[in-house]
Nanobody, 125 residues
Framework: QVQLVESGGGLVQPGGSLQLSCTAS????????MGWYRQAPGKQRELVAQ???????DYGDYVKGRFTISRDNAKNTAYLHMNNLTPEDTAVYYC???????????????????WGQGTQVTVSS
């Protein structure tokens, strides 16, 4: 089994920045694809960003140019650096992971068997 633990959420003012981390641990094996999803109250879960084990990335349209996903394979950790945050970015952010490798960075949520508990990001003045 793989466990994913997110950290770095919190309260930030509009226009501010925040970095989330997600570390995989367990009976593994190096983690393959990792992704970030978010869910705001009353809304469906949506893709924020995802990254392959080789560093190929894919972003949701509304975060392109503002958010950056990266990873440290030696630490089994993915990062999400968020800039120019707006109140619309307020949500619970979930980390997702799989031990499988895929040629494309674009995965569906169903490709990820492992999910973290989520970390709250609140953007408010």
């Amino acid at each position: 089994q793989v466990q994913l633990v997110e950290s770095g959420g919190g309260l930030v003012q509009p226009g501010g920045s925040l970095q989330l981390s997600c570390t995989a641990s367990g009976s593994t094996v190096s983690i393959g694809h990792m992704g970030w999803y978010r869910q705001a109250p009353g809304k469906q879960r949506e893709l924020v960003a995802q990254i392959s084990s080789g560093g190929l990335t894919d972003y949701g349209d509304y975060v392109k140019g503002r958010f950056t996903i990266s990873r440290d394979n030696a630490k089994n950790t993915a990062y999400l650096h968020m800039n120019n945050l707006t109140p619309e970015d307020t949500a619970v952010y979930y980390c997702a992971g799989t031990t499988r490798r895929f040629p494309s960075p674009r995965l569906r949520p169903s490709h990820y068997p492992y999910w973290g508990q989520g970390t709250q990001v609140t953007v408010s003045s």
